[in-house]
């Protein structure tokens, strides 16, 4: 994450002696906004520092705001995205229940209020269910399980680099990386985008902000 208390500078002088020295062959940030991989990644190519490849964000279908601009700041930078968090903290994977409090052998069985995937939030918001559920209806007609639905339209999206995965057995893992063979059709692609679509404020990232961004002069000059 963005460090308040370091310059950038000596922060991207110390990395590019690591890359330098050999200690390390790339590096790069997580859970920047877009003002910080902007300023990272001009101040290291203004003073000739190696620069940043990747950059670590959360990303599944339940949290897309990185769309907004998070996304296009990498493009710009030559960055490519590492998300975090693929599967929503389990919540894609059809494990958790509506208004059914987890136990057991979970992340939020362990720990229902656990940050941005606590249950009581999400279990509250109508959208939460209804992703689960388009998830749940692909999987099905692939015959495949939900996590690897939301691994594989994860994994097509821009800029998408690769995934990191949390699995806590060999079998989770296994059945993640069977998302690498999953084809998403075009009709699947489509009603995962639209059941998730990010729900910005009407402005700067909504369509408050899209208008005044596309303004004409008066005259349609």
């Not at 920047?32 to 599944?60: C, D, F, M």
């Not at 069977?178 to 075009?186: C, E």
Request: glycine share 10%; net charge neutral; charged share 20%.
């Amino acid at each position: 994450a963005w460090d308040a208390l370091t310059p950038i500078e000596e922060t991207l002088r110390f990395l590019d002696d690591a890359v330098s020295s050999g200690k390390i062959g790339y590096y790069g940030f997580s859970n920047y906004v877009g003002w910080h991989i902007a300023k990272a990644s001009e101040i290291a190519k203004a003073r000739g520092y190696t620069r940043p490849v990747t950059l670590q964000p959360q990303y599944n279908l339940l949290v897309r705001d990185i769309e907004l601009e998070i996304v296009a700041a990498c493009q710009d930078a030559g960055m490519g995205l590492l998300p975090w968090s693929p599967l929503g903290g389990g919540w894609l994977t059809g494990k958790y229940k509506r208004d059914e409090m987890p136990t057991g052998a979970t992340r939020l069985g362990e720990n229902p209020n656990r940050g941005g995937e606590s249950y009581a939030p999400r279990n509250a918001l109508e959208r939460t269910w209804a992703i689960i559920a388009v998830v749940e209806e692909i999987a099905k007609a692939h015959g495949v399980s939900m996590a690897q639905v939301a691994l594989a339209w994860t994994a097509a999206q821009p800029a998408i680099t690769s995934v990191i995965l949390g699995a806590r057995t060999p079998e989770q893992l296994a059945d993640n990386l069977g998302a690498m063979k999953l084809k998403l059709s075009d009709d699947d692609m489509a009603r995962l985008n639209e059941v998730s679509a990010p729900q910005p404020f009407d402005y700067p990232y909504g369509k408050g902000g899209i208008n005044q961004r596309h303004r004409k002069i008066e005259g349609g000059r």
